[in-house]
């Protein structure tokens, strides 16, 4: 059995070292720190070679290979091209597929959201946040 990346900070750190050295990615500021041997925190931002950046955070619970929240932005320049998070909507019955997680789109990007079905609490979200953004012909 593969011991998750979720379970300690040397692990999630290397996790995303591997990620963020993709041919196809340019530079990162993505460090990966804690102050508690419990829980740790990942954020900064992601350069793409196709001109795209993602600017990232996720709070991590080691004790329990979890993701306790995120919150992953897509640019273009300054211009926000769409978003995800984990902020609960139940009033909005189209998330509810994939509640809490999903995706604010244009047109209406503050309220138009779509469910997020490869996101998740309990799995590392990163490498289907950069295969989506590589994807992309911007």
């Known amino acids: 059995m593969d011991i998750s990346p979720l379970s300690s900070l040397a692990d999630y ?11 196809q990615i340019q530079h990162s500021t993505v460090i990966v720190w804690s102050e508690s041997p419990h829980t ?11 001109g795209l950046r993602l600017r990232m955070r ?15 932005e897509i640019y273009s320049g300054d211009e926000r091209l769409y978003w995800y998070d984990d902020f609960p909507h139940p009033q ?6 994939t509640f809490p997680h999903h995706k604010h789109v244009p047109p209406d990007i503050r309220r138009h959201r779509i469910p997020a079905p490869g996101l998740s609490f309990s799995q590392p979200n990163l490498p289907g946040i950069i295969e989506e953004i590589l994807a992309i012909k911007y």
């Not at 750190?13 to 041919?23: A, G």
């Not at 740790?40 to 196709?50: K, W």
């Not at 909005?92 to 597929?97: E, F, K, M, T, Y």
């Open 58 to 72: 996720e709070d991590i619970d080691f004790d329990v290979f979890f993701i306790a929240s995120y919150g992953y």
């Open 40 to 50: 740790g925190i990942a954020e900064g931002e992601i350069f793409f070679r196709n």
């Open 13 to 23: 750190s290397r996790f995303v070292s591997e990620w963020v050295n993709h041919p």
């Open 92 to 97: 909005d019955s189209s998330l509810a597929s």
